[in-house]
């Protein structure tokens, strides 16, 4: 059973850092990318990384570039969004998922593109 778990969540003041992780389990695929996104109060679910994990190349929007990093280890189990100098608008449930895409045309990286979800793990940015 394919499963996302995320977790790494906190409280961090501004200009701090943190570093949530999703766990992968039941993927078979070699083609899918594992997005982050994120969803303040009232708001709606926006992306703030995507990794191809099957070719590892990145995405970022303008507004986490620079300050996020994803990554993930050898064995592809874990995927880690490193936050760097965050703000309060960085607050919110942040959630993986995961996009199983077609070689042909790659992945979309979009919430409505995305065919598995995590349930969120809360970030505060506050002082």
């Known amino acids: 059973q394919l499963q996302l778990v995320e977790s790494g969540g906190d409280l961090v003041q501004p200009g701090g850092s943190l570093r949530l992780s999703c766990a992968l389990s039941?993927?078979?695929?070699?083609?899918?990318?594992i997005g982050w996104f994120r969803q303040a109060p009232e708001k709606g679910r926006e992306g703030v990384s995507c990794?191809?994990?099957?070719?590892?190349?990145?995405y970022y929007p303008d507004s986490v570039k620079d300050r996020f990093i994803v990554s993930t280890e050898g064995a592809k189990r874990t995927v880690y969004l490193q936050m760097n100098n965050l703000k309060p608008w960085d607050a919110g449930l942040y959630y993986c998922?995961?996009?199983?895409?077609?070689?042909?045309?790659?992945?979309?990286?979009?919430?409505?593109?995305?065919?598995?979800w995590g349930r969120g793990t809360l970030v505060n940015v506050s002082t």
């Open positions: 039941g993927f078979t695929s070699d083609y899918y990318a």
């Open positions: 998922a995961a996009e199983f895409f077609n070689p042909d045309f790659g992945a979309n990286c979009k919430v409505d593109s995305e065919d598995f």
């Open positions: 990794l191809n994990m099957n070719d590892f190349t990145t």
